[in-house]
C-alpha cells in the first residue's frame, strides 16, 4: 500500500526530472572546468546520453539507482506498493539500457555509466575516469 495519496504522488512523481539533474549539472560544471568540451542530450545517438564527448565518442550517462536498477535483485525485494508495475518498468529500464549501450559500442562510441551517488560522492574520480578513457582514445 502506498504512504501517500494519489494526489500527493502524482506530485511527487511529477518533479522527477529527466534530464538537468543536479548529479548531471554538477558532472557537466566539472567537464568545463577541465576544459572538456561536450553535448548535453544528444538527441542524434541511441538513448540521448546524458553527455557526449563527440570529439573522442565517448557517450556518458548519470543513472539514478531505483530507475536502472542498482543493486536491483537486492533492491526490488523492498518494492512494497504497485509491485505489477514498478518491477517490469525498471527491469526494462536496466534491459534498454544494455541494448543502447550495445548500439552506442556498435557504432564506435565508449560508454561510461555513472550512479548518481557516486557523482555526488566522488566527482573527482568521475572526471579521472573519463580523462583516462580520453587519454586512451586520443593515443590510439
Request: glycine share 4%; hydrophobic share 35%.
Amino acid at each position: 500500500m502506498d504512504n501517500l495519496t494519489p494526489e500527493q504522488r502524482r506530485k511527487t512523481m511529477s518533479r522527477i526530472k529527466s534530464k538537468n539533474t543536479s548529479v548531471e549539472l554538477l558532472l557537466c560544471k566539472a567537464l568545463q572546468r577541465e576544459g572538456i568540451r561536450y553535448r548535453k542530450n544528444l538527441k542524434t545517438l541511441p538513448g540521448k546520453p546524458d553527455i557526449a564527448i563527440t570529439k573522442y565518442k565517448i557517450a556518458v550517462f548519470c543513472d539514478g539507482e531505483l530507475w536502472h536498477g542498482k543493486d536491483w535483485e537486492k533492491r526490488k525485494e523492498t518494492i512494497k506498493s504497485n509491485i505489477g508495475y514498478w518491477i517490469p518498468k525498471i527491469e526494462r529500464n536496466i534491459a534498454r539500457d544494455r541494448e543502447i549501450e550495445k548500439k552506442l559500442e556498435n557504432m564506435g562510441w565508449e560508454v561510461i555509466r555513472f550512479w548518481s551517488e557516486e557523482i555526488k560522492k566522488n566527482l573527482i574520480g568521475c572526471i579521472n575516469k573519463i580523462k583516462k578513457m580520453i587519454y586512451e582514445t586520443y593515443s590510439l
